[in-house]
C-alpha cells in the first residue's frame, strides 16, 4: 500500500509538537517530577511507556472512527459524502495550523467540548498516580490519550475519510509516532525543551507547515488529496 498519506500525518504529528508539549506540558512537568527521586530507575522506560500507551489510545480512536466513516460511505452518493468529509478535515488542518501560529483560537472551543468527557476520565487516573512502574505508567498513559487537543482531533477529522477501521488505525498509529518524539524529549529535558518548543518563531513555523497541508489537501480537493494522501483515502 502506499504510505504517502501515513507519512504526511506523521509529519503533522511531528511539526504540531509544539502544541503537544505546550497543551501537555502539565501532564509531562508533573511525571517528570513523580521519577525524579533519589536512587528512582532510569526515567525513560516510564516515559516511553506513557507514550505507548498514549498512542495506542489513539491508534484505538482511530480504528473506531474509520469504522464510523466507513457507515457513511455505505450510503448512496459515496462521492458526495466522502468529498464532504475530506474537505471537513482538510478545514481542520488549516484551522490547526492558524492556531499553532497564534493567530486565531478557533479550536479552543473543540478542546472545550473535549473537556466534558476528559472531567470523567480524570478521576480514573489517580489509581495510577505515583507511577512508579511501567505497568502503572503504561495504563496512566491510556488515559492521558483522552486529553482534549485539538491537534488530535484534527487528524480524527481525517481519520473519517479513510473509510476503514485498519487504516483510520494506521492514520492514528502514524500521527501519534510523530508526536513521540516531542513528548520523549520533553519528559526526558522538560524546561529546556518547553522553552524551545514556545519560541515564537517555532510555533510560527510549524503552524504554517501544518497550514500548508490543510490548503494543499482542499486545492487538491476534487482528486481527494492526489499523491499527499494516497494510502490513506478511500478513492471510489
Same mark, same amino acid.
Given at each position: 500500500?502506499?504510505?504517502? &498519506?501515513?507519512?504526511?500525518?506523521?509529519?503533522?504529528?511531528?511539526?504540531?509538537?509544539?502544541?503537544?508539549?505546550?497543551? =501537555?506540558?502539565?501532564?509531562?512537568?508533573?511525571?517528570?517530577?513523580?521519577?525524579?527521586?533519589?536512587?528512582?530507575?532510569?526515567?525513560?522506560?516510564?516515559?516511553?511507556?506513557?507514550?505507548?500507551?498514549?498512542?495506542?489510545?489513539?491508534?484505538?480512536? !482511530?480504528? !473506531?472512527?474509520?469504522?464510523?466513516?466507513?457507515? !457513511?460511505?455505505?450510503?448512496?452518493?459515496?462521492?458526495?459524502?466522502?468529498?464532504?468529509?475530506?474537505?471537513?478535515?482538510?478545514?481542520?488542518?488549516?484551522?490547526?495550523?492558524?492556531?499553532?501560529?497564534?493567530f486565531t483560537r478557533l479550536l479552543a472551543p473543540i478542546e472545550r467540548v473535549g473537556h466534558l468527557l476528559w472531567r470523567r476520565i480524570q478521576p480514573a487516573t489517580r489509581r495510577f498516580l505515583p507511577?512508579?512502574?511501567?505497568?502503572?505508567?503504561?495504563?496512566?498513559?491510556?488515559?492521558?490519550?483522552?486529553?482534549? =487537543? !485539538?491537534?488530535?482531533?484534527?487528524?480524527?477529522?481525517?481519520?473519517?475519510?479513510?473509510?476503514?477501521?485498519?487504516?483510520?488505525?494506521?492514520?492514528?498509529?502514524?500521527? &501519534?509516532?510523530?508526536?513521540?518524539?516531542?513528548?520523549?524529549?520533553?519528559?526526558?529535558?522538560?524546561?529546556?525543551?518547553?522553552?524551545?518548543?514556545?519560541?515564537?518563531?517555532?510555533?510560527?513555523?510549524?503552524?504554517?507547515?501544518?497550514?500548508?497541508?490543510?490548503?494543499?489537501?482542499?486545492?487538491?480537493?476534487?482528486?481527494?488529496?492526489?499523491?499527499?494522501?494516497?494510502?490513506?483515502?478511500?478513492?471510489?
Amino acid at each position: 500500500m502506499p504510505e504517502t &498519506g501515513y507519512l504526511a500525518v506523521f509529519l503533522i504529528g511531528l511539526l504540531g509538537g509544539t502544541h503537544c508539549v505546550s497543551m =501537555c506540558g502539565g501532564i509531562v512537568g508533573a511525571l517528570s517530577m513523580q521519577v525524579q527521586v533519589p536512587g528512582s530507575r532510569p526515567q525513560w522506560p516510564l516515559h516511553l511507556a506513557y507514550n505507548l500507551g498514549r498512542i495506542g489510545t489513539y491508534t484505538l480512536l !482511530g480504528a !473506531g472512527v474509520g469504522l464510523l466513516g466507513s457507515v !457513511g460511505l455505505l450510503y448512496e452518493g459515496m462521492l458526495p459524502v466522502q468529498m464532504t468529509l475530506y474537505v471537513l478535515a482538510n478545514l481542520m488542518l488549516v484551522a490547526l495550523g492558524l492556531y499553532l501560529t497564534g493567530f486565531t483560537r478557533l479550536l479552543a472551543p473543540i478542546e472545550r467540548v473535549g473537556h466534558l468527557l476528559w472531567r470523567r476520565i480524570q478521576p480514573a487516573t489517580r489509581r495510577f498516580l505515583p507511577a512508579r512502574s511501567v505497568g502503572q505508567a503504561l495504563p496512566l498513559g491510556m488515559l492521558w490519550g483522552f486529553i482534549p =487537543c !485539538g491537534l488530535t482531533y484534527s487528524i480524527l477529522a481525517t481519520a473519517l475519510v479513510t473509510g476503514s477501521g485498519a487504516r483510520g488505525a494506521g492514520l492514528m498509529l502514524a500521527f &501519534g509516532l510523530g508526536t513521540l518524539p516531542n513528548l520523549l524529549l520533553a519528559g526526558m529535558l522538560f524546561k529546556r525543551f518547553r522553552d524551545i518548543t514556545r519560541h515564537p518563531r517555532v510555533r510560527l513555523a510549524s503552524g504554517l507547515l501544518v497550514l500548508g497541508f490543510g490548503l494543499f489537501g482542499l486545492y487538491h480537493a476534487p482528486s481527494l488529496g492526489g499523491d499527499l494522501w494516497r494510502g490513506v483515502v478511500c478513492v471510489t
